[in-house]
């Protein structure tokens, strides 16, 4: 018997269709292997390739846009909204429309071609985090921008166009629908209770168990109660916090290893998947803190999204999350 | 120079990005072609391999569940909800959730396994309309159900998993949230202006041309001015309407006559592209009748949709309204 979820935070309501239910195996698995490049712009060696690095840790104090760095951050060098110019808002009748005035930065994960967020150690994942949280601080500074969007693209089908691991951050002069929804959601729960949705979520799945994936002293992993994909997975931070460039480095650190688990239990149990990875965080100029709370969202790209989920907003999940998380649970890593 | 544009009934933000711009032959098209298959469950004269017929047009007076029809509608063999049960409402501690009660039905659009939406004729096209509004106000009748999802994936790519050209049905107890938000967003507009929304993107769209791509006396297809995808189109009565169960016969037979034309200008211009298309109607049983407005959606998949969207129902667009409706009424059918 098929049944409808809803998502405690948006309220937005999905399909778990367990008469029509798949398991791992059952899904066309698109594995994601990374083949060498030799004209990759984003190698040690290639820094001329891409724009001048904004920010690159470099232990041995080797120069700027050359070789011995662990990790760097450029401009996309094909960038959606541009940083110059003067934010300038229009009317068009009916319409209204702004000039693309925003920032498009690229964090090289790592000099080498091969390497992967669920490969690299802990440390230089943790480096991953760090890296997009001082660029956010950086960013921030600048007035016209409201929404700060931390995301990863792995594999082609889950639209990345370059194999070599990166992460991306997008400054937005305006807050998505979907963070704003997130948002007002939270909002809405915290005015009837006094109490934070995602703190409320956290306290009822660790209870309850079924839908945990894995967990540390800080972060804890687990498959939404109303997920929109099949196993969708959500990392959220114990500590009550609006704004992931406020987290404290340990919280950073902790994320970093449980993040690393959950993408290794992914790649045992759904071989090596495509995924997108989004940091939800709050809008940087609103004063939230009370009741949002930042977290991480993994969605593996398994099936096809169709006509039926643009039509509506509403979501078919043939895999339960409580089975989900129990493929991830017992995966061998 | 990209540009944000904002939905006026949905408040959603889109950025046309016209400096990654591409031209129809940029994209990765995948062009459907119909394979000839002979255990096609839709064929006349596999009418054993279905569900028993809930409808059908049968000019000659032939019996139920055999050939000599010109359109069927059975139930999905594997639905996503079904009809059968009581609605069970429960909470499971802060979360919300419901049985799975529903309807899930499959409109065979014509018994030729190589027919199309494009090349059916527009009585046949108009048969489907006529199918679906039947179907819809029978549907009605049961007081569960609070919307009802008229949609149709084209193409493997578009989510189809058959070939039989044919459109879905499917009675929700909710209302979806796409659905919500675009009625929350047309009330908004009436509040303020005691204007519907849609008739005022009508008036405009009219009076400007540039992203008009087809008309009649009654239906008017339109690039929309924020679009999420390259090539969304929408078909809107002029008639102020909020339900499509409640449009007249010629109102369909203008849209029959108008959607063949489009379609045609897609397949000339996109090759024959993969497509969705979506009826958006009012929720059935809420007074929205001098606010929201019924209209076609449809949507050639041409492009993946990444990380970027997901972390923010914020859409990446690289061909600008102005563009794709200049190339669709350029095309030559």
């Given at each position: 018997m098929s049944e409808l979820r809803k998502d405690p935070v948006t309220g937005r309501w999905v399909i778990i269709s367990t008469e029509r239910r798949k398991r791992p195996g059952d899904f066309r698995l698109e594995s994601v292997e990374i083949a060498p490049d030799d004209s990759c712009p984003f190698c040690e060696g290639h820094e001329g390739m891409t724009p001048g690095e904004l920010l690159a840790w470099r232990g041995n104090g080797s120069p700027a846009n050359g070789p011995g760095w662990t990790l760097r951050v450029i401009p996309?060098?094909?960038?959606?909204?541009?940083?110059?110019?003067?934010?300038?808002?229009?009317?068009?009748?009916?319409?209204?429309?702004?000039?693309?005035i925003g920032a498009h930065e690229v964090v090289i994960e790592s000099p080498r071609h091969g390497d992967t967020l669920a490969t690299l150690d802990a440390g230089a994942v943790?480096?991953?985090?760090?890296?997009?949280?001082?660029?956010?601080?950086?960013?921030?500074?600048?007035?016209?921008?409201?929404?700060?969007?931390?995301?990863?693209?792995?594999?082609?089908?889950?639209?990345?166009?370059?194999?070599?691991?990166?992460?991306?951050?997008?400054?937005?002069?305006?807050?998505?629908?979907?963070?704003?929804?997130?948002?007002?959601?939270?909002?809405?729960?915290?005015?009837?209770k006094e109490r934070c949705v995602f703190c409320d979520i956290l306290r009822q799945e660790q209870a309850d168990r079924r839908r945990l994936i894995a967990e540390n002293a800080d972060m804890v992993a687990v498959a939404p109660y109303a997920p929109r994909f099949p196993f969708e997975t959500w990392i959220l931070p114990r500590r009550h916090q609006a704004l992931v460039e406020e987290a404290p480095r340990h919280d950073l650190a902790a994320?970093?290893?449980?993040?690393?688990?959950?993408?290794?239990?992914?790649?045992?149990?759904?071989?090596?998947?495509?995924?997108?990875?989004?940091?939800?965080?709050?809008?940087?100029?609103?004063?939230?803190?009370?009741?949002?709370?930042?977290?991480?969202?993994?969605?593996?790209?398994?099936?096809?999204?169709?006509?039926?989920?643009?039509?509506?907003?509403?979501?078919?999940?043939?895999?339960?999350?409580?089975?989900?998380?129990?493929?991830?649970?017992?995966?061998?890593?």
């Open positions: 996309n060098q094909f960038p959606v909204l541009r940083v110059e110019g003067t934010l300038d808002r229009q009317g068009e009748g009916l319409f209204d429309k702004m000039n693309g943790e480096q991953v985090l760090w890296a997009c949280r001082e660029r956010v601080q950086d960013l921030k500074r600048d007035r016209r921008f409201r929404y700060m969007i931390i995301f990863k693209n792995h594999g082609a089908a889950a639209g990345a166009s370059l194999d070599h691991s990166h992460t991306q951050l997008i400054a937005l002069p305006i807050v998505p629908r979907e963070a704003r929804d997130e948002v007002d959601g939270a909002r809405a729960h915290y005015q009837a994320l970093a290893r449980l993040l690393g688990d959950v993408l290794r239990r992914m790649n045992t149990a759904l071989r090596l998947p495509p995924y997108n990875l989004l940091i939800h965080s709050a809008p940087v100029v609103e004063p939230v803190g009370d009741y949002y709370h930042w977290h991480v969202e993994i969605i593996p790209t398994l099936t096809k999204v169709a006509g039926f989920e643009w039509a509506t907003g509403f979501y078919l999940n043939p895999v339960a999350p409580e089975e989900a998380a129990q493929v991830l649970r017992d995966a061998r890593v």
